[in-house]
């Protein structure tokens, strides 16, 4: 398609911008005073979002299908737009939390179609490439925006940092608006593929693959705590460890794409037990600074490759459905997140931080068990095999 770069890198930027709702979580004690609620409520507020995203995702994506994609990202963006709006203005966290829970409803369509339009557009040989690029624009609005929000929240207050990210969903929306392109929906009306959701290879692909967001989960969401309580890493120096950490994680999806074009089955497998000797060493040099370090950078470049096997596994056994795999992709990612943060809760109280290395472990060996049968028991057909 003429002017596919321009096209791709619009959609990349639109999709670091609608991930940055997701980066108010260092900002829960402000949100606690803007709001004059507890902690745990500003909890819900925050987490609300990443609920949203995976229930919705199974449904909305197939919903927007049929619509002709300029119109639907203009629309997107604006309920984006118009829920920020609203969010800085009201001081009711009840107000807040439904515009929040709104805009969280139509995220899935957004990357869902954003990663089906990227593929399509792309030329022959660079599919994989274009759909990184999305994916890597998920992981900088993640990773960069958490440092600029926290930051602008905790100098400024809660209503200057929501200003910027409605700033940056604005100016993707203009973008949008003034350079994007009339791309049509499907022609025909959506009919679910239930022989295949209903098939062996897809279920027992789609339990193997959120084991792996919940063992990374468990994991990442402790770190922080693990690094100050173990490793005595305190202060500023963890917040720039933590955004040295992401940047490895960039890197790491960036990698990940490259890896599963040229030996796709291997990466899918052995990803799972090099992370979970990740982890085992981790447990034992958890007194050794140095090699923390390095090991967690490593795993930051393991949670990186992440996105792009989930997103690759569920492209390959829903060929037929994009949008309805990207969907699935969407909610198993985040489904997984949210269910390794509560897990991982349990365990530290439990059981103490240096445990989550353990219960990670195990999730990541019974995702490895479960891909490898579905992989070459059940040989299931890769895109790139």
């Not at 409803?105 to 957004?110: E, H, K, R, T």
């Not at 949670?303 to 989930?310: F, S």
Request: charge should be positive; glycine fraction near 8%.
């Amino acid at each position: 398609m003429k002017n596919s770069k321009l096209i791709l890198y619009i959609l990349m930027i639109s999709a670091l911008a609608i991930n940055t709702p997701l980066s108010i979580i260092g900002m829960i004690s402000q949100i606690s005073q803007y709001f004059n609620t507890t902690i745990a409520i500003s909890g819900l507020y925050v987490s609300s979002f990443t609920f949203t995203i995976a229930i919705s995702g199974l449904f909305i994506p197939v919903l927007f299908s049929k619509y002709e994609r300029r119109k639907t990202f203009i629309f997107i963006l604006t309920v984006f737009a118009i829920s920020n709006i609203i969010i800085i203005l009201t001081k009711s966290i009840v107000v807040a939390s439904f515009f929040r829970i709104l805009s969280a409803i139509f995220y899935p369509a957004f990357i869902s179609l954003a990663l089906t339009v990227s593929e399509q557009i792309a030329p022959e040989g660079e599919k994989q490439d274009y759909i990184t690029r999305i994916l890597l624009g998920i992981s900088v609005g993640s990773i960069v925006g958490l440092p600029i929000t926290t930051g602008l929240g905790t100098v400024f207050g809660y209503q200057t940092a929501m200003s910027w990210i409605f700033l940056i969903n604005f100016t993707c929306l203009v973008l949008i608006v003034i350079f994007f392109p009339q791309i049509p929906g499907q022609s025909k009306g959506y009919e679910l593929p239930f022989s295949t959701l209903k098939s062996k290879k897809f279920i027992m692909a789609s339990i193997g693959i959120i084991m792996m967001p919940i063992g990374a989960s468990i994991v990442y969401n402790y770190l922080p705590y693990f690094l100050q309580i173990v490793s005595h890493i305190y202060t500023y120096r963890l917040s720039m460890f933590l955004f040295v950490y992401g940047i490895f994680s960039i890197g790491g999806t960036w990698l990940g794409g490259k890896l599963i074009v040229k030996r796709d089955k291997a990466t899918l497998i052995i990803f799972q037990l090099v992370c979970a000797a990740v982890f085992i060493l981790l447990y034992f040099a958890a007194d050794l600074l140095v090699p923390v370090m390095i090991l967690v950078l490593a795993f930051g470049i393991l949670d990186g490759m992440g996105y792009n096997l989930i997103q690759y596994i569920e492209t390959s056994v829903l060929p037929e459905s994009p949008e309805l795999a990207n969907g699935v992709f969407l909610t198993i990612l985040n489904g997984g997140i949210a269910i390794g943060i509560a897990i991982g809760g349990f365990i530290v109280d439990g059981f103490g931080v240096m445990f989550i290395f353990v219960f990670g472990t195990i999730f990541l060996l019974l995702a490895f068990v479960l891909l490898y049968y579905v992989i070459f028991v059940l040989k299931i057909d890769l895109k790139y095999s």
